[in-house]
């Protein structure tokens, strides 16, 4: 009864906090490595300036920063001191050249403990799958199951395709599992506020059934996989507003998430990732993917179509003639 006659002794909400690890692991080793040398160039010069500013001479403002050369060379030398390469020499009695000094030297001193400890980060977080941009729809029949395809040639449903493969060359993943999602919000019918739903989809397994996920059971390096999702529905434009029996009319901010867990040999760990598709962000395309040919004589990398994996097939291959339905 105390807190709900005095609100103001709460704590705020939402209590929110960044993990400084995951957000490492996140971004590219180039773009840490450029942000860590922006970080000190920006410092190197803010260092610089405040010792031209500080320093004891004679000379004006103006002429000590119309000296462009030698504030290039404080700025390298101080730069040099802030990755523990050099050494500032502060003027003496000067309690300011001594703070710039000091922080230069121990920002030198951490430089390269930081930088490990990107490193080991880097090392430890695997993400070894590299997705399609898009996820691809096209109609049921054209999806890589015999038995699927035949039994909706006269159907027009559709179906959802979403690819991915092992980017790593020396790192096997085994018993790797696919499950899918929606999440949307709706109006709630209390009070109308948005709540926010999540609805566990179909995916064809590998034998091409509707179940909870797909299952296999080594993932070669470099080999695209596709996990089917039915949609149960026509999709004649997008965005589509149904799948699997749940009508998305009434729905706000609709994504398709994608998981995927895995195992790697030798190193023992478990490894997963996950891709969200966002129905009004452009995320979903009709058509169908441009597959990939499988050639055992040459290098996975050295496959026809791998310039084309985050494109669709506009018209069929001159050899192939036109496309045509199972049993038609």
């Known amino acids: 009864m105390g807190l709900l006659s005095q609100p103001g002794r709460r704590r705020a909400h939402p209590r929110f906090r960044t993990s400084v690890r995951w957000w490492i692991a996140g971004r590219t080793v ?98 070894p799958f590299v997705w399609r941009q898009r996820a691809s729809i096209s109609q049921a029949w054209t999806a890589d199951f015999p038995g699927y395809s035949r039994l909706h040639a006269s159907s027009e449903d559709a179906i959802i395709a979403v690819r991915f493969y092992n980017r790593f060359d020396n790192l096997s993943v085994v018993d790797l599992r696919a499950r899918a999602h929606l999440r949307y919000l709706e109006r709630s019918p ?92 452009g995320d979903f395309e009709l058509g169908r993917f441009v597959p990939l040919q499988p050639d055992l004589d040459k290098d996975v990398w050295r496959w026809e179509g791998w310039t084309d994996f985050d494109g669709l097939i506009h018209r069929p291959p001159p050899d192939e003639g036109q496309v045509t339905r199972p049993g038609a």
């Open 30 to 127: 180039h773009a840490l490595l450029l942000m860590t040398l922006g970080a000190l160039a920006g410092l190197s010069l803010v260092i610089a300036t405040a010792w031209t500013l500080t320093e004891h001479s004679p000379r004006s403002m103006a002429e000590r920063f119309s000296n462009e050369e030698r504030l290039f060379d404080l700025s390298l030398t101080v730069l040099r001191a802030c990755v523990g390469t050099d050494n500032l020499e502060p003027e003496p009695d000067s309690t300011a050249h001594q703070l710039l000094a000091t922080l230069a030297s121990v920002t030198g001193s951490l430089v390269p403990a930081v930088l490990l400890g990107i490193v080991l980060i880097k090392m430890f977080a695997l993400r």
């Open 190 to 281: 209390h009070d109308g506020s948005l709540v926010i739903y999540k609805q566990w989809l179909k995916v064809l397994d590998a034998k091409g059934e509707p179940a909870d996920e797909r299952s296999w059971l080594a993932v070669e390096r470099g080999a695209p996989f596709t996990v089917w999702i039915p949609v149960e529905a026509p999709v004649a434009e997008l965005p589509f507003r149904r799948i699997q029996g749940k009508d998305l009319s009434g729905s706000y901010g609709v994504k398709l998430l994608v998981r995927l867990t895995a195992r790697t040999v030798g190193l023992g760990t478990e490894v997963a990732d996950e891709r969200w598709f966002d129905l009004e962000a």
